[in-house]
């Protein structure tokens, strides 16, 4: 339980509103109420509470479309929603696209407690941000999260980023390691300055000394004026070295002399030139297996690690895949000028039971190409399918289904006995006049399964009789 933490309850019943202050306040919750979804949206362009709990049937705007609205708005702020019984499977909907949970009325006081203590810990909703972070909004709406090993990390990147220590992000490609090195740039005391972010892996080697240092005019053939590195145009603010685990043995101990010595030299110079910048890394490679092989050099390493964050696949935090979805749609379809506003249930099942092995990217490429493609305000399981590039399921009726079961049936048994009648309905408990019916009902020719003397199957069309038995039915 987190004591303090400011609750939103949403309800038009003043009974039950004051029944609940009562029990939240006693339990130690900063408890404030309101009597529609308007009066709550309100609420929270003043002030975002740590959750919000609503009813499901409200005057104007329901609980549901304050869901939305919630989600849109606070992509991560915990939702509950209380529900009588004809308004369940919408619950169950809206916990499926990102809701915590639901409780049935009349609910147990207990329970109500457990559920509430479950949201708050396992959202960063209502947590102390570091300095020039405010509220911890700015961490909600950049990195999105409700999970518990997410919240761990955050929790962790909240506390560096007032602080000017170098920090080693670690994790999967996907995984949003720059992302989460620009909200520790704007939630630092170095926010206001630049942040440069540079992939050591996608630029050649001759020529990430020149990016990252500068070079003076002559240095090199081409080098036709002077240019200021990357690691210089960050003067003040943060430099951003994505999989510095790729970078050259010879440039490692160039890179160390900078974090040392605070001064970058130039190619081509005999002057030093001062800086001042807070270094930030990342490396999907396990970086003590390269000093192991004598990739990487140890001395950097503990300059660069003085701070290790490692963030998880989306697979091991897949409670965040709905409201990650739900999130990059309705941004997604801003762009797009499309009118989205969510998934169908199945697809959003499908979703969240996908392997993701690219990440939270691979997560935005097939919810933009469902934007880019949508045709209708639901997204539906089909367009899911496509651009996860999975088999589409075929859903056939009952009745459907078991006409596919008898014909597929019926074809096995004249396979089996050659296609003569009386053996595949004596195999099949029937008698000849039934299982003729059956055949005829299906449009199946017994003669077509029938061997001709070399014992292959006959693929005659209908009425060509070629090399048939007589029938001994």
Known sequence: ?????????????????????????????????????EAALAQLAVRLPALLISDVRLPGLDGLQLFDEVRMRHPSLPFILLTAHGTIPDAVEATARGAHAYLTKPFDGKELLSKISQALNLSSAGAAGPAGSGDGGQWRRELISRSPRMAEVLAEARLVAATDASVLITGDSGTGKELLARAIHRASPRARKPFVAVNCGAIPEALLESELFGHVKGAFTGAQGQRQ????????????????????????????????ERVVRPVGSNENVAVDVRVLSATHRDLSVAMADGQFRSDLYYRLNVVQLHLPALAERREDIALLAQHFLLTLAERYRKNLNGFAPDALETLMAAAWPGNVRQLHNVVEQVCALATSPLVTLAQVQRALQTPALEVLSYAQAKQRFERDYLSQLLKLTAGHVADAARLADRNRTEFYRLLQKHDLEPQLFREDGTGEILLSGPGDKSGSNESRT
């Open 1 to 37: 339980m987190k004591s303090g933490a400011s609750i939103l309850l949403v309800d038009d019943d003043p009974d039950l509103l004051r029944l609940m202050t009562m029990r939240l306040s006693a339990a130690g919750y900063a408890v404030q109420t309101v009597a529609s979804a």
């Open 229 to 260: 590195g990357l690691i210089p145009a960050a003067q003040g603010g943060t430099v951003f070295l994505d999989e510095i685990g790729d970078m050259p043995l010879a440039l490692q101990v160039k890179l160390l002399r900078v974090l040392q």
